[in-house]
């Protein structure tokens, strides 16, 4: 007799040999038998699924859990001017007058002209210390009290590299947040600095929140794509305490200057473990579009400046060989177009060096991408690991900085998912929570429509892809990417029994209700989460 049946479904398998099926069977974890529902074979519990949709758990390929949403912190998503930014400000002191630090995050960059500076700020929050996270976390907004605070006083910080102005002095302005302040240096000297959010029992508040989160939308491993050796004992606290109901795999910070010492210490880190792997490494090869630090081919709309790599072509084609000598694979933000082609051309080369090996080295984001480097993902079995709804066009289409800093002619190269399937590279699907939305339904909606969730017209529709490619990028695609899809991603006889029952069939209905369609039943290991 199995575990756990679960009959009368719509399975959906994501296994080509065998697409769709009726009922499932698991037994000690994993599954076990796939088949018809007059076929069923006995067990101790069922699930009538009642004809909902059956899915492979969620496999969020990119997903900050670490970062997570902070409680703590004034959230300004949606806040579309400086004015509304110190409303919220204002709500969130009312009720938290004692506040050593006003934190926030979720800042949008349209929501000021140009770059903010500290004396934007300070017409909000006074003389109280404060800090503003952008959205995507790759830049810091402080205010004079902040800049005094964490002694800012232009030019590179661990943390981060201060604007100055015309005079020297710093803008309060701070790029380069996620390059510097997320490593473990930088957390460290924001932490020593008594920085709030910086501290321990808040990182794991925030960790703790974000996993509860993906389990609840169904997503069953979380890939958490930059991590320190430092961060690595959040998971473990998580996962002795029973609070780790999805898997994780952690991919370690590689910042520029790593050393052979800290590739040892990586190397000893390393696990693979059912719920808990540790291994790939994250490294920048530029930074973000929206504020003019990504690397392009040609410059920035009305600008002179294309944005600049944070290695020299050379020096990060040899980085990339060593890495891949020594067995590494290696997840590589980059954004723009010159971005990608140089992580392009440094794995190229590191095949001719190393030759040819299963690397599944990963680009991730893949947002402005040249179409004579579309062909080369697959050619040089290079995953393209991306962000659905980063592409919807209430982010980055007309109207939003993403789409004006590259300029209309460069739209078509925007987020082509479509173009790299048909060219047969591996689509892995993810969130990048908390840049965005974790609920993999808003994923899914973008992806399939490229609108907005307002609706309206699409941005760039011609690089849609079908539900079957986008569902496949956010489970077997995902699964594949991180070397998994031997045990998960698709509902195959002896793969781990991570499951979804879905409120709605993705397949039947209209694609407008996609992002109301909720993740009822989420079962990890063979059991109800």
């Known amino acids: 007799m199995f575990d756990l049946v679960v009959r009368h479904a719509r399975i959906h398998t994501v296994d080509p040999a065998r697409p769709w099926a009726q009922a499932l069977a698991v037994q000690d974890g994993r599954i076990a038998w796939v088949g018809a529902d007059e076929d069923r074979p006995r067990a101790a519990e069922e699930i009538d699924a009642g004809g909902r949709l059956v899915l492979p ?40 007058p004692s506040a050593e630090w006003i934190e926030c995050e979720g800042f949008d960059y349209s929501a000021l002209p140009g770059l903010p ?23 810091m907004w402080l205010n004079s009290a902040g800049l005094r605070r964490l002694g800012v006083t232009g030019g590179e910080l661990p943390f981060g590299v201060a604007r100055t102005d015309a005079s020297g002095r710093p803008t309060g302005f701070v790029t380069e947040f996620a390059v510097r302040g997320l490593a473990r240096d930088g957390q460290r000297a924001l932490a020593g600095l008594g920085l709030p959010w910086a501290g321990e029992e808040r990182r794991y508040r925030r960790l703790l929140a974000s996993l509860e989160m993906a389990t609840r939308y169904g997503i069953t491993t979380v890939v958490e794509p930059q991590n320190s050796l430092d961060d690595l004992a959040l998971f473990e606290r998580a996962r002795a305490e029973g609070r780790m109901r999805s898997r994780v795999i952690a991919a370690l910070f590689h910042p520029r200057g790593t050393g052979d010492a800290d590739l040892l210490e990586f190397a000893a880190a390393a696990r693979t473990d059912p719920w808990f792997s540790v291994g790939p490494l994250k490294l920048y090869i530029d930074d973000v579009v929206e504020p003019h630090t990504a690397a392009l081919l040609e410059p920035y709309a009305g600008h002179a400046h294309s944005g600049e790599t944070f290695y020299p072509p050379e020096e990060f084609a040899g980085l990339l060989a060593k890495l891949d000598a020594a067995g590494f694979q290696a997840f590589v933000h980059a954004t723009g177009d010159r971005g990608i082609r140089t992580v392009l051309d440094a ?35 290079v995953v393209a ?34 173009s790299l399937e ?13 840049v965005a939305e974790m609920d993999p339904m808003i994923g899914i909606y ?25 569902i496949k990028g956010y489970t077997l695609g995902s699964a594949y990417a991180n070397f998994r899809d031997h045990d998960r991603g698709s509902i195959t006889p002896g793969k781990f ?16 209700r996609i992002p109301e369609v909720r993740a009822e039943t989420v079962i990890v290991d063979g059991a109800v989460s």
């Open 446 to 470: 973008t992806a399939v429509t490229r609108r907005g969730l307002a609706g309206g017209p699409a941005w760039m529709p011609a690089e849609a892809v079908s539900l079957e490619t986008t």
């Open 385 to 418: 690991c991306m962000q659905p709804r980063h592409s919807s066009p209430d982010i980055a289409g007309p109207g939003h900085d993403w789409a004006a800093a590259v300029g209309s002619d460069r739209w078509p190269k925007a987020w082509p998912m479509r």
């Open 422 to 434: 048909e060219a047969g590279a591996v689509l892995a699907f993810s969130s990048d929570w908390n």
């Open 117 to 139: 500076t500290a004396a934007d700020l300070d017409r909000v929050t006074g003389d109280v210390p404060a800090f503003v996270f952008s959205y995507d976390v790759h830049t």
């Open 497 to 512: 029994a991570d499951l979804v029952i879905l409120s709605d069939n993705l397949f039947e209905i209209p694609v407008e």
């Open 347 to 381: 794995v190229e080369h590191a095949r001719e060096v190393n030759g040819p090996r299963d690397a599944r080295h990963q680009i991730v984001h893949v947002e402005c991408l040249d179409p004579a480097d579309v062909p080369r993902f697959a050619e040089l079995g």
């Open 57 to 96: 758990g969620f496999v969020d390929a990119h997903n900050h859990v670490r970062l997570g949403s902070d409680d703590d912190c004034v959230q300004l998503a949606g806040a579309a001017s400086l004015e509304e930014v110190g409303r919220r400000i204002a709500d969130w002191r009312a009720r938290h």
